[in-house]
């Protein structure tokens, strides 16, 4: 069974930076697309990042050009660089791998909210305040 834990979320001051962590057991990183989502109090889980096997990336248009996403195969690990933080970024963030059709949306710049996995990990919260 595959193992996820997310780190590195907190409390951070709009225009701010946090930089997310990704640990996974198994092989999940070897074999998949990944990538991370995130869920705002009452709203869907929402796929805002994904990083391909051969480390191309790939951004929903509400975090291009703030976040970085990236992932080191070695240590099945994954990072989310993210900077000049906005109160809409408030969010429980999520790692998992990224299905094939999850990612042609994200390519095509369509919001992706449906992605079911059986297992997820904790997540990491993310609140952007003043």
């Known amino acids: 069974q595959e193992q996820l834990v997310e780190s590195g979320g907190g409390l951070v001051q709009p225009g701010g930076s946090l930089r997310l962590s990704c640990a996974a057991s198994g092989d999940i990183f070897s074999i998949n697309d990944m990538g991370w989502y995130r869920q705002p109090p009452g709203k869907q889980r929402e796929l805002v990042a994904a990083v391909t096997k051969d480390d191309s990336t790939y951004y929903a248009d509400s975090v291009k050009g703030r976040f970085t996403i990236s992932r080191d195969n070695a240590k099945d690990t994954m990072f989310l660089q993210m900077n000049d933080l906005e109160p809409g970024d408030t969010a429980v963030y999520y790692c998992n791998a990224v299905p094939p059709i999850a ?17 997820w990990g904790q997540g990491t919260r993310v609140t952007v305040s003043s």
């Open 103 to 119: 990612l042609a949306r994200l390519m095509a710049g369509i919001s992706v909210f449906d992605v079911q996995y059986p297992d």
